[in-house]
Structure formats: structure tokens, C-alpha cells
């Protein structure tokens, strides 16, 4: 069985930085697109930064210039590292993997994680 589990997150006040892991575990699985999407109270889910299996890359326009996605494909890991963050950036955090495991694509999303801005 596949899980996704994230870690990182917090309180940081304007202007901060935070990095965000998220790491796939199981057997028998390879893992295509990675990425990160945030819902905050009130507010559709929405997507934050996406990463291919060949490291092509893109950005909700929110976010572009103080976010980077990056991935360690031998690891099963996506980080996202947050830089000059803003009270708008605060939400729960999920991280989403479309995974090939036991013959088909699946979406899996992990907990969540809380990062919370403050002014």
C-alpha cells in the first residue's frame, strides 16, 4: 500500500521562509507528477506548484518567484521551499502524487500540514 506523508509547516510572521516535505512509500510503485496544492478556510483547494518525473515545473501565479518545487527521485521526495511568505499563503497544505502502482495511475494526497502567516 502507498502513503504519502508531508512534514514541515508552522507559524512564521511576514516575510518568512518555510520548507515543506513530502515523501511516497510502499512497494512496487513509480511515482510521475508531484506536487503541492493549499486550502484555506472558506476556500476551494488550489494548486501551489506541480513538479514532472523528468523535472519540468510550474506555478500558481500567487506563488511564482518565492516558491520552488524541487524532487529527489531516489528518495520518492518533493519539497517545496516557501521564501518572503505573505498572510494570503496561509492554509493547509497537501501534497499530491500521481502514482503507477499495480497496473494503474492513482492520485494520492497526503494529510495536509497547517502553515500559518502572520501579520
Known amino acids: 500500500q502507498v502513503q504519502v506523508v508531508e512534514s514541515g509547516g508552522g507559524l512564521v510572521q511576514t516575510g518568512g521562509s518555510l520548507r515543506l516535505s513530502c515523501a511516497a512509500s510502499g512497494s512496487d510503485f513509480s511515482i510521475n507528477a508531484m506536487g503541492w496544492y493549499r486550502q484555506a478556510p472558506g476556500k476551494q483547494r488550489e494548486l501551489v506548484a506541480r513538479i514532472t518525473s523528468s523535472g519540468n515545473t510550474n506555478y500558481a501565479d500567487s506563488v511564482k518567484g518565492r516558491f520552488t518545487i524541487s524532487r529527489d527521485n531516489a528518495k520518492n521526495m518533493v519539497l517545496l521551499r516557501m521564501n518572503n511568505l505573505e498572510p494570503e499563503d496561509t492554509a493547509v497544505y497537501y501534497c499530491?502524487?500521481?502514482?503507477?502502482?499495480?497496473?494503474?495511475?492513482?492520485?494520492?494526497w497526503g494529510q495536509g500540514t497547517q502553515v500559518t502567516v502572520s501579520s
Open positions: 499530491n502524487a500521481n502514482i503507477f502502482t499495480r497496473g494503474a495511475s492513482r492520485s494520492y
